[in-house]
């Protein structure tokens, strides 16, 4: 699969997806959800209801091609609410594939006072915020559940 990176048109269907859907099932909600032609070439971008399954499909000129990716920890959305059915550029898709949502951070540390009890003397005066992506988190909370067990 290589895609001149100016040229291909990314479509996010932005409502869960049932993945067990297929070549037909996925080409129905082209039609009828996206109301675009499956046949122009585009990437019609499909995810699962928990976010941690993301389907592709397109046609290359001999039929259509279906992948999928499914994420161990984390999710491709962190918000539902907030994703529409929109056009994006090839750019977000990999940023998407990666779990990365633009303009969504959060801080891996907050700063307590129970923090500042156990700190050396000398870092008290020095604040860092460490930020990372959303499905690290989550992985940082399965692992310290599995601790806990």
């Not at 997806?17 to 032609?37: C, E, H, I, N, P």
């Not at 907030?82 to 977000?92: F, I, K, L, N």
Request: overall charge positive; proline content about 3%; some cysteine.
């Amino acid at each position: 699969m290589f895609f001149p990176e100016g040229q291909i048109r990314v479509h996010l269907y932005g409502e869960p997806v049932d993945m067990r859907k297929s070549f037909t099932g996925l080409y129905a909600l082209t039609r009828a959800g996206l109301q675009l032609d499956p046949l122009s070439g585009d990437l019609f971008v499909f995810i699962s209801r928990r976010a941690t399954m993301m389907k592709v499909m397109y046609f290359d000129r001999s039929g259509f091609c279906v992948w999928a990716k499914r994420l161990d920890a984390g999710r491709f959305i962190s918000d539902w609410s907030q994703v529409r059915t929109r056009e994006m550029d090839w750019t977000a898709l990999k940023l998407l594939l990666e779990g990365i949502e633009p303009g969504r951070l959060r801080k891996r540390f907050r700063y307590t006072a129970s923090a500042q009890k156990h700190a050396p003397a000398a870092s008290h005066a020095i604040n860092f915020t460490h930020v990372e992506r959303a499905e690290d988190l989550t992985e940082h909370r399965r692992d310290r559940t599995h601790a806990e067990r």
